[in-house]
């Protein structure tokens, strides 16, 4: 039988208490890119109406795109699970993908993703009668030019059902290698460092 804490509030608890949580808490940690296959897996059958391709397939394509302009692992595997917030969050789904790769990427592969909706609006705004020239405000930031050409190089270009696309099993070492780094590494995350596409 698994040890449990002493307490029912959290702020009772004791350094011993957290201590054993932490340690409970490594494998299920370690099966975090199980649980984001699996949700990639959903994509490929919980399409939206309308598109020629799955949400998966999308990924996979604007992923295809990256590996063979040369992108590294970082980009390749955000432009990957760049709309993996779809399924739980299809309004703000940037910013919940963002999340998903933010402890593992470099800070500008996941101010790219987080940013993306806003970018994408510049094809299609006008249609809504939205502004589709709200990326503007983030005009002077270092990873405005980034971020504009991921939308324009892999996402928005990434809905082709003819287009020759990589499969998950190809990308998945990848993602694997990702997702086990260590959370937060200040040498893999290079806050502010922005080096471009």
Known sequence: MTKTVT?????DGTA???ALLEELEKPYLALTPDRVLEELNRQDT????GYKITRLHHGLQAATRAEAEGADIDWIVGALLHDVGDGLAPQNHD????EVIRPFVRWEVAWTVEHHGIFQTLYFGHHYGWDRNARDEFRDHPCFDTCAAFCERWDQSSFDPDYVTK???????MLREVFARKAY???VIREGEAIGL
């Open 7 to 11: 307490f029912t509030q959290m702020k």
């Open 16 to 18: 011993e208490d957290y």
């Open 46 to 49: 919980a399409t939206l109406d």
């Open 95 to 98: 910013r919940f993908s963002a």
């Open 167 to 173: 499969p998950l099993s190809h990308f998945e070492p």
């Open 185 to 187: 590494d200040p040498a």
